[in-house]
């Protein structure tokens, strides 16, 4: 009680406080307090990964060492997958890696079943996982110019070609097929697609140039596509076209062949015969538009050669309009062009010149200056005299 006094804390106020009797050197009372809520997470519980992150992964294509980047993969796809698992989430990784994926690889593809092996990973992935189609076909390329392996089975890119020739053989069973075959078959369209802009091929000159047999296979696809013309095939159709229309009719011109007037022909008779949605139907004639519009190139009316209104006919579309001395207009279109404009010349030679801060440059003595403030137009200077009267006149009433 005497404590308490001392404390400040009123008698009455006891049983609010909790003594602790843990001996004689115990004397300050606790107040008591709610309980610490405590937590079942624990400081030594393993990093957290999303699901399908492989962890040694990046610790493995950051390490320049060759040896040490291949200890954390025990076989060649693993390997493979996680690298085009990562180039699908970072495709801006390509350029500063793609270099030494391919070093990684001549170190470890040395027998014809690893090279098969890498050929299937890259198809899988470029043909099941949604946007890889333009990534695969790059990467497609640069293997083929850069894996040394070359063994009697056939290159890289041979074999990749023959893999993709398994799946054009079967194009018209694919295109006839259920949905899940169907779309099966449009992904390994595009990627051929893809193949042909992407794929270069060095010719006995050096010169670069496209594989020809992927042209001739994509006009067959586009065959096979259009014979049956359900949605999703004419679709795939669409998206072939407007990925290859331009180069593929450029390469069929060259040869002297009509291939993509037969196309077009074709997307016609589909629009007006096949029992296609609406929507498909307007994406077939959007398609018809492109194509009369050079696929949306646009070329110069003549490239070397300035524009004339002989050869451009929007060369005085943006001309500026001028006024005679009467008031009537005229443009650089106009016959008499250079004799008006010539007037008008003369016309605004009666204006004065000044520089930029305002300094007269006609010098003295010059008539129009000297007389224009003596000068007066007789209709305003009778309008001038009668405001004078009736000022005077107001002001003496």
């Keep these: 009680s005497e404590h308490l006094q001392k404390t400040g804390i009123p008698s009455g106020s006891q049983d609010k406080v909790s003594v602790l009797d843990s001996g004689p050197e115990m004397t300050e009372p606790q107040l008591a307090v709610d309980p610490v809520v405590t937590s079942n997470l624990s400081a030594k519980a393993p990093e957290f990964y999303p699901s399908g992150y492989n962890q040694n992964f990046n610790q493995n294509f950051t390490d320049s060492s060759f040896e040490d980047r291949c200890d954390g993969y025990l076989t060649l796809a693993e390997y493979v997958q996680d690298f085009l698992n990562h180039l699908t989430e970072q495709p801006g990784c ?3 890696e793609i270099e030494q994926f391919a070093e990684t690889l001549n170190g470890w593809v040395i027998a014809d079943e690893a090279l098969q092996e890498l050929v299937e990973l890259i198809y899988q992935q470029a043909t099941s996982v949604p946007n890889f189609s333009y990534m695969g076909a790059r990467l497609c390329n640069y293997l083929s110019h850069h894996l040394t392996i070359s063994p009697q089975s056939g290159n890289f890119r041979q074999l990749l070609l023959q893999r993709c020739r398994t799946e054009y053989e079967n194009r018209d069973e694919a295109t006839k097929g259920d949905e899940t075959t169907r779309k099966q078959f449009h992904a390994f369209v595009l990627f051929l697609a893809e193949l042909y802009l992407n794929l270069e091929i060095k010719g006995t ?3 670069v140039t496209r594989a020809e047999i ?3 296979g994509l006009r067959e696809l586009l065959n096979a596509l259009f014979s049956n013309p359900v949605d999703s095939n004419l679709i795939c159709a669409v998206k072939l ?15 002297g062949k009509n291939d993509m007037e037969e196309m077009i022909q074709r997307i016609e008779n589909v629009v007006l015969d096949a029992n296609c949605s609406r929507d498909v139907k307007h994406m077939l004639l959007k398609l ?3 194509r009369s519009s050079n696929w949306g190139r646009v070329h110069g009316t003549t490239p070397h050669a300035e524009a004339t209104p002989e050869n451009d006919p929007n060369y005085f579309m943006n001309e500026p309009t001028f006024y005679t001395s009467d008031g009537v207009p005229f443009t650089a279109a106009d016959p008499d062009y250079q004799e008006k404009y ?20 006609s010098g003295p003595g010059e008539l129009y200056f000297d007389e224009i403030d003596d000068e007066m137009d007789p209709e305003i200077e009778e309008a001038y005299e009668k405001f004078c009267l009736e000022s005077e006149h107001n002001r003496k009433q």
Excluded: I
């Design 94 to 96: 390509f350029e500063t």
């Design 205 to 207: 000159k050096g010169q």
């Design 214 to 216: 992927l042209q001739e």
């Design 241 to 255: 076209l407007k990925l290859t229309g331009s180069v593929l009719e450029d390469a069929w011109k060259e040869k």
């Design 288 to 290: 018809v538009e492109l």
């Design 342 to 361: 010539q007037e008008l010349l003369e016309r605004e030679d009666l204006f004065p010149y000044y520089e930029e801060n305002g300094a007269d440059l």
